[in-house]
Nanobody, 131 residues
Framework: QRQLVESGGGLVQTGGSLRLSCAAS????????IAWFRQAPGQGREAVAC????????YYADSVKGRFTVSTDKAKNMVYLQMSSLQPEDTGDYYC????????????????????????WGKGTLVTVSS
């Protein structure tokens, strides 16, 4: 059974760092592209980063480029989102999601595809950045 479970969220001050983890049990990370999404209170969902299955190429939304880093540990079937220089606008629920169509996921992260439906979703972890 495939399951995505996020962890690592919490409260951090402006300028601080957090590392989110996504345990991707039952997934072959050579075939699935894993994306990180976030949703701020009262706002829509935003894709912030993804790592492409197979070649592990990372892609980022402009809003997090240079501050967030996505990585994988295939031996542990884990995907990470290292977040630094956090700002209050980074507050929200963070989700990892998986899809086999890496071109679709890239387009979602780039903001050129509005349909952000993914094959699988985790339940999220909350990140709060205090000012």
């Amino acid at each position: 059974q495939r399951q995505l479970v996020e962890s690592g969220g919490g409260l951090v001050q402006t300028g601080g760092s957090l590392r989110l983890s996504c345990a991707a049990s039952g997934f072959n990370l050579d075939y699935f592209t894993i994306a990180w999404f976030r949703q701020a209170p009262g706002q829509g969902r935003e894709a912030v980063a993804c790592v492409v299955g197979g070649d592990d190429s990372p892609y980022y939304a402009d809003s997090v480029k240079g501050r967030f880093t996505v990585s994988t540990d295939k031996a542990k079937n884990m995907v990470y989102l290292q977040m630094s220089s956090l700002q209050p606008e980074d507050t929200g629920d963070y989700y990892c999601a998986a899809d086999v169509d890496w071109t679709k996921v890239r387009a979602v992260v780039a903001g050129i595809r509005r349909d952000d439906s993914m094959d699988y979703w985790g339940k999220g972890t909350l990140v709060t950045v205090s000012s």
